[in-house]
Antibody
Framework: EVQLVESGGGLVQPGRSLRLSCAASGFTFDDYAMYWVRQAPGKGLEWVSGISWNSGTIHYADSVKGRFTISRDSAKNSLYLQMNSLRAEDTALYYCAKTHDYGGTHAYFDYWGQGTLVTVSS | EIVLTQSPGTLSLSPGERATLSCRAS???????LAWYQQKPGQAPRLLIF???SRATGIPDRFSGSGSGTDFTLTISRLEPEDFAVYYCQQYGNSPKTFGQGTKVEIK
């Protein structure tokens, strides 16, 4: 059974940093591209960042480019999102999502975690 | 960036009725790379349809997807109580991947 478990969310002041983690199990982590997708309270879905199977291809939404860094660790079957210079508009539930292929460029999200809440407020 | 517009915003129907949800793209979606997701309150999204018309694993056959180019449709043939939720379309053929704003299917 595919499982994705996010952690690391919390309340943080504007301008500060936070690191999210996603622990993956139930599939061969190295074979698939992975993404972070967020959902602001009461709003729709927005993809944030994606990383290919070998970290060779990385994508960021314009809204987070230069502030967020995605990475993965195959030894730990884990996905990460380092979030710096956080803003109030980054407040959202952050989901870890598995794609159906290795590259991620033309990939949909076939499994999602339950999300970790990030609140940016003074 | 491809903008996806979903309509209607809210659909009020009774169990057993047919639901038809629309997703219109601002430009043609490459190779019908369009997916549909279902999200219930307090839950993560769940993949229903990929490639515009292929059902994901374990999805009942009352869910069907159709369309190409710029116009796509998700049809639920007979609504079950567990189908009342928010539905999102997403295109993954062009970067950035974009989602529609969602259609809420509520009990009438």
């Amino acid at each position: 059974e595919v499982q994705l478990v996010e952690s690391g969310g919390g309340l943080v002041q504007p301008g500060r940093s936070l690191r999210l983690s996603c622990a993956a199990s139930g599939f061969t982590f190295d074979d698939y591209a992975m993404y972070w997708v967020r959902q602001a309270p009461g709003k729709g879905l927005e993809w944030v960042s994606g990383i290919s199977w070998n970290s060779g291809t990385i994508h960021y939404a314009d809204s987070v480019k230069g502030r967020f860094t995605i990475s993965r660790d195959s030894a730990k079957n884990s996905l990460y999102l380092q979030m710096n210079s956080l803003r109030a508009e980054d407040t959202a539930l952050y989901y870890c999502a598995k794609t159906h292929d290795y590259g991620g460029t033309h990939a949909y999200f076939d499994y999602w975690g339950q999300g970790t809440l990030v609140t940016v407020s003074s | 960036e491809i903008v996806l517009t979903q309509s209607p915003g809210t659909l009020s129907l009774s169990p057993g009725e047919r639901a038809t949800l629309s997703c219109r793209a601002s430009q043609s979606v490459t190779s019908s790379y369009l997916a549909w997701y279902q999200q219930k309150p307090g839950q993560a999204p769940r993949l229903l349809i990929f490639g515009a018309s292929s059902r994901a694993t374990g999805i009942p056959d009352r869910f069907s997807g159709s369309g190409s180019g710029t116009d796509f449709t998700l049809t639920i043939s007979r609504l079950e109580p567990e189908d009342f939720a928010v539905y999102y379309c997403q295109q993954y053929g062009n970067s950035p991947k974009t989602f529609g704003q969602g259609t809420k299917v509520e009990i009438k």
